[in-house]
């Protein structure tokens, strides 16, 4: 008995010790893999890297930048049918666990050894995995796993079930660059959270495994069997009735990657200049890494209907020009003729193609044929009818082929002179004005010109829309930030405001007469664009009709330094040179200054700072930037009388005069009403605006605003060259101005431009300068905007000469019906005009030129 007992005894001292010496063991590598862990406290304050969206002024998505897809979505708003799928997938103990589950880890181990290795199951909880991914790395170690384990127990009682879950849910990678079960839910099913259906929550939680062994169209019956899975898993966890799993089950797994379901991307207008230009300006105020990863919810100011309107005029006048060159560029891209066999082929051939897709519509084609007069095409996105669809002869006809050594072959008679087999061009349906019937497919080309067009509100410094070439697809520089081109006459209105701010009047005269400018490189000599000289005229001729002698007489005389801090005051330049060229629009500058500079003459002379966003809130909510820092301090108020609105009060800074900036727009005004934009811009509200041509007509502009809008546009090559003879402002931008501002004028209204205090109107003879009786009429007479105090002078006036002599062969006063920076030549012999002291004189529209040569900008 006594050895039985000893050895009895003996076991159980061996036993003993042998726990508490494993008991020593573990708490010892616990110990040891306790130093040194991350601090698991910080996963409560964690942020994941979330989607920056960008919306409209209508409150619309309009576009999403991110490093990772992901949303977030806090735990109060995951639907519980979605969490519950989750759990019963990966971890059915969660609720009841805490933070490791030993009896999943034991099932795993033994099941690894009876398969010597070859079943090896994972035994991670839920918590665990959100160790794994959070704060350690994603090694297969004894190591990794203790550390992660201790983790998990920590975490547990530093957070709830839901906010443990809310992380892993919002963390998770689900596939098709999807981060988190919010954007999943939007890449598979185009749905919100609480939209989704049962099977479709299941399949979100049969990914988690390996999303790559899943894919719902390439693994399809895998990915049946595991979302099945999933709802029995439900079901046996007490998530859903019998019923409701056995109906889930047979419903099939409908998809946007199988195209059951219409893709998120394609719910949103695709990327354009507008919201391009947010990510870069944003990306340089917040840093590039925290604006794509920090979930700003950003209001823009973008109008989406208007910003169609600017994208198609733009194009319209780009293709027109384009069109007109008659040049065949060829093909796109090109696809091997062998891979045009059969439909489903050339199709998946045709979306690998590259090929922009951004303009509307424009689709891809790719050429499967060509024959003796047409060209059988297959288009992208058209379904192939019996008869096929074809390019033909008589749509060809406009171009010749350009060869490789740059030089243009004959007129394509027949399709295959411009086409062969493989190529990949776009088209376009060409129907009938009358009743909108098809008629044709017709060949279509990316322009080699760009431009720029920009509309924004002058009182607020909404940017309105924005487009910066033809095609974002094509080319992503935004022509109208980025690009600095010279303005030609369309930077006038400064010089003439400075002249207006230092004294003088629009009916001053100046002399329109040959100038010479010595220069380090040689003798300048500006001239007009006529090629002629008018004589003595008023200031307002001189900015109608830009005339670009009569700007350099001015320049002179105001002071180059003086119009040069004008130019920097209106933000047109950081900083101008002096030279009396640039008093021409010499020095390079950016559609989106010009158009900011032209919204302060409109909104009577106060600083407007253009903005492409109105606010920007952070993930929480809380608002980190307002554009519109106005006071309101009756917004305070419980409540206003009855009629009366909020007082709004301005903090803006006045740039100029508010005489001046009306007497400026009243002078471009007549730009639009009998000036160099009269042929192409006739709205039916009061409008204001200045053209622009270089030398050689390599840069084309025309700025122009009503009294809550001020838009302009820029056309010219990337590496300037000249448009050709013909090309102007008035011509090319003005008609690009003309349409958008149809519709802009029906959305946001106009009216006459409000006349400032301080002011008289005079008859004012608009060829003579001289002031005409009170109450005088016609067709010569305009009525010019004095301040208190300078009436005009009874009569006719002293001319500007800046310092130069008159020629003895110019008139003194002549009609001003030509000599503007859209060209004009010369006209008849003459116009009677009553003075202002009753005496009758007759105004010379002809006049001769002299033997000076070319030169200037204009």
């Known amino acids: 008995m006594r050895f039985i007992i000893g050895f009895f005894g003996a076991i159980f001292s061996a036993v003993t010790l042998g726990l508490v010496f494993a008991a020593l063991g573990v708490g010892g590598l616990i110990y040891l893999y306790s130093q040194g862990l991350p601090d698991h406290e910080t996963l409560s304050q964690y942020s994941p890297p979330t989607i920056s969206r960008i919306y409209s ?95 998990a127990a920590r975490i547990e009682r530093t957070l709830s079930k839901d906010r443990i879950l809310e992380l892993y849910l919002n963390e998770i990678f689900l ?105 870069r300006q944003l990306s340089a105020q917040f840093g590039a890494e925290e604006f794509f990863s920090g979930g700003y919810a950003v ?77 059988r095409i297959g288009i992208e996105g058209v379904e192939d009818d019996e008869d096929g669809h074809f390019i033909p002869a008589n749509d060809v006809t406009w171009a010749r082929p350009l060869r490789e050594d740059g030089s243009r072959g004959n007129t394509a008679r027949v399709a295959g002179d411009l086409l062969s087999v493989g190529d990949v061009v776009h088209v376009r349906r060409m129907t009938s004005d009358s009743d909108g019937s098809f008629i044709r497919w017709t060949l279509r080309q990316i322009p080699e010109v760009q431009g720029g067009f920009m509309a924004m509100d002058v009182h607020t410094g909404r940017v309105l829309a924005m487009q910066g070439g033809f095609s974002y697809q094509y080319s992503s520089f935004n022509r109208a930030t980025q690009a600095t081109r010279q303005p030609g006459s369309s930077f006038k209105p400064f010089v003439y405001a400075a002249a207006l701010d ?18 380090g490189e040689g003798i300048w000599r500006p001239q007009n664009a006529s090629n002629q000289f008018y004589g003595p005229s008023p200031l307002r001729t001189g900015i109608e009709r830009s005339r670009n002698l009569m700007t350099v007489r001015l320049a002179q005389d105001v002071g180059m330094e003086t119009v040069a801090r004008y130019a920097e005051r209106f933000g047109v330049y950081d900083e101008m040179q002096p030279f009396l060229a640039n008093s021409l629009g010499s020095q390079e500058t950016t559609l989106f200054r010009m158009v900011a500079a032209y919204a302060m003459f409109a909104n009577g ?78 709205l039916p509200v009061p409008t204001a605006g200045k ?8 840069d084309v502009w025309f700025v122009g605003f009503t009294s809550n809008i001020v838009a302009g546009c820029y056309i010219g090559y990337d590496q300037p060259e000249s448009l050709g003879r013909g090309a102007s402002g008035g011509g090319m931008c003005g008609p690009v101005f003309q349409r958008f501002m149809l519709e802009a004028i029906e959305e946001y209204g106009s009216g006459d431009f409000p006349v400032p205090e301080g002011g008289q109107f005079y008859p004012i003879d608009r060829f003579s300068g001289a002031r005409l009786p009170d109450g005088a009429g016609g067709d010569n007479v305009v009525y010019e905007l004095f301040r208190a105090g300078e009436e005009p002078y009874q009569g006719l006036l002293s001319a500007i000469d800046g310092g130069w002599a008159m020629s003895s062969d110019i008139p003194m006063f002549t009609q001003g019906d030509d000599g503007g920076d859209d060209g004009g030549g010369g006209g008849g012999q003459g116009t009677l005009v009553e003075t202002s002291d009753g005496d009758t004189v007759r105004v010379p529209t002809d006049t001769g030129f002299g033997t000076l040569s070319s030169g200037g900008l204009y």
Not at 502 to 519: C, F, K, L, Q, R
Not at 648 to 677: C, K
């Open 175 to 279: 596939g098709q660059n999807s981060y988190g079960v919010t954007a999943a839910a939007q890449t598979y099913f185009n749905a919100t959270l609480e939209d989704l259906t049962l099977e479709q929550v299941a399949y979100l939680a049969a990914l988690p495994q390996a999303p790559s062994r899943f894919h719902p169209v390439d693994d399809y019956e895998r990915a049946i069997n595991r979302r099945d899975y999933v709802l029995r898993e439900m079901y046996e966890n007490g998530y859903v009735t019998l019923e409701e799993m056995e109906a889930a089950q047979a419903s099939p797994l409908e998809t946007v990657q199988g195209g059951h379901i219409e893709a998120y991307r394609l719910s949103r207008p695709p990327r354009n200049y507008f919201t391009d230009e947010i990510r």
């Open 57 to 151: 002024r209508q409150g619309m998505i309009v576009d999403e930048f991110a490093t990772e897809r992901r949303l977030f979505t806090p735990a109060e708003e995951i639907p519980d049918l979605v969490s519950f799928a989750f759990v019963s997938a990966e971890d059915r103990n969660f609720y009841n666990h805490q933070g490791y589950d030993p009896r999943a880890i034991v099932a795993a181990f033994v099941d690894a050894v009876r398969s010597r290795g070859q079943d090896v199951r994972g035994a991670s909880t839920i918590t665990q995995q959100v160790m794994k991914n959070f704060l350690l790395d994603g090694s297969r170690t004894v190591e990794r796993k203790v550390r992660e384990i201790i983790l």
């Open 605 to 682: 002379g106060e600083r407007v700072e253009p903005t492409l966003v109105d606010r920007i809130q952070n993930r929480y909510g809380e608002t980190v930037y307002r554009h519109d820092q106005r006071l309101c301090p009756d917004c305070e108020l419980a409540s206003l009388e009855p009629g009366l609105a909020p007082r709004i009060v301005s903090t803006r800074e006045r740039v100029i005069d508010p005489i001046t900036a009306y007497q400026l727009t009243s002078m471009m005004r007549g730009v639009v009403d009998r000036g160099t934009a009269s042929g192409t811009v006739n």
């Open 299 to 375: 209001r823009s100011t973008m109008d989406e209907s208007l910003q169609e309107v600017a994208e198609a005029s733009l194009r319209q006048a780009l293709e027109r020009y384009d069109r007109n060159l008659g040049t065949w560029r060829g093909a796109t891209d090109t696809i091997d003729p062998a891979l045009l066999t059969d439909e489903v082929t050339w199709r998946a051939a045709l979306a690998d193609a590259d090929i922009p897709r951004d303009v509307d519509g424009w689709f891809a084609a790719v050429v499967l044929e060509v024959g003796d007069s047409s060209a």
């Open 691 to 698: 053209t622009g041509t270089t030398n050689d007509a390599r």
């Open 502 to 519: 230092s004294g003088y009047s629009p009916n001053t005269i100046v002399i329109d007469a040959p100038i010479e400018v010595a220069t």
